[in-house]
């Protein structure tokens, strides 16, 4: 079994492991150790990790069934469509499609039915300046909300939409068609309980439109509120990019944002693998009648007796 060296890197979230080898196959123990870290700091840093596609589908797939990229086809890799590209390098003489990627603060597929469990971003060419990402703990952001206003979003659904994708209305009209077509809005638990941990997370981000049952007069305000303390300081680790970090999240507990502050003619290139989370929430028809009849039916409550 490697032997793990790991550094607490933020306050709030993140750690670097040292003393594994992706090149490598790993032992079922070191695979064991690792998610138990990835558990605790949500967010992991493997710097050093110069490996293939076949290499980091192969690190990715100990921590669960990858997802087949299904919501975002167009920027699958041309040889491994388990691994999206995330550049800014011209494809074909075009500017690359996701070269806007991640500009808003956001948890992984959140606008689908299955949002990210996690994802394993490896970082191949990067500006000299600029182009961090940060990470927000969303088990922190839910903690510190006061216990009334935890009572109240306890129940509340919030609708995510993938058009509030920042940047989205940079790509070309032809594909936003498809990105809607493909993703309806979808209305998804405000608070998650994480499945590991039992512990209940935030989640809501700038993709989300409003909130079941409330106009949108109402939603805006609370909204605004939530995003704003999602984000604080004191919850977020922000990741200066060296090539070859392999950087893993728990979309399920934090969310991330791309930082647009570096020289766009430089290249910065990123490979992602997303493991696939439980399926969550449903198509949302534009109907507030059904969460508006059951006010008392929670997530915590319905995740609490079945677990
Ligand atoms: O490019 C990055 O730093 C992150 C982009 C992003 O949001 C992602 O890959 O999920
Ligand atoms: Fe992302």
Redesign the pocket.
């Known amino acids: 079994m490697a032997e793990l060296k790991i550094r607490r890197l933020g306050y709030a979230l993140g750690a670097e492991v040292t003393g594994v080898d992706l090149r490598q196959p790993l032992d079922d123990g070191t695979v064991a150790a690792l998610r138990e870290a990835w558990m605790e700091h949500l967010v992991l840093v493997l710097p050093g990790q110069d490996i293939t596609p076949e290499q980091h589908v192969a690190f990715s797939r100990r921590f669960g069934q990858l997802d087949p990229n299904d919501a975002t086809p167009y920027y699958r890799h041309p040889e491994h469509p388990e691994v999206?590209v995330?550049s800014n390098k011209p494809v074909n003489g075009k500017p690359s499609e996701t070269r806007n990627?991640?500009r808003n603060w956001?948890s992984?597929l959140s606008y689908t039915g299955r949002p990210a469990m996690g994802?394993l971003?490896l970082c191949k060419e990067r500006p000299d300046v600029g182009?961090d990402?940060m990470f927000a703990n969303q088990y922190l952001a839910y903690e510190t909300l006061s216990p009334r206003m935890r009572a109240f979003i306890d129940s509340l659904e919030a609708v995510h939409d993938v058009t509030l994708v920042k940047g989205i209305e940079q790509r070309s009209p032809e594909l936003v068609a498809e990105i809607k077509r493909i993703n309806p809005p979808i209305a998804h638990p405000v608070v998650r309980i994480h499945p590991e941990s039992g512990r209940a997370a935030l989640f809501v981000s700038q993709r989300v439109r409003h909130f079941v049952g409330l106009s949108d007069e109402e939603s805006e305000p609370i909204l605004r509120f939530l995003t704003r303390h999602a984000v604080r300081d004191e919850f977020v680790y922000r990741h200066r990019?060296t090539v070859n970090d392999l950087v893993m999240w728990d979309n399920r507990a934090t969310m991330?944002?791309?930082l647009a502050d570096f020289d766009q003619s430089k290249p910065?290139h990123?490979l992602?693998c997303s493991i696939q989370g439980e399926p969550l929430g449903y198509v949302y028809q534009g109907d507030d009648s059904a969460a508006a009849a059951k006010p008392e039916a929670t997530h915590r409550s319905v995740v609490a007796s079945v677990s």
Request: aromatic share 6%.
């Open positions: 999206l995330v990627t991640g956001h992984d994802s971003l182009g990402t990019w991330h944002v791309a910065r990123m992602r």
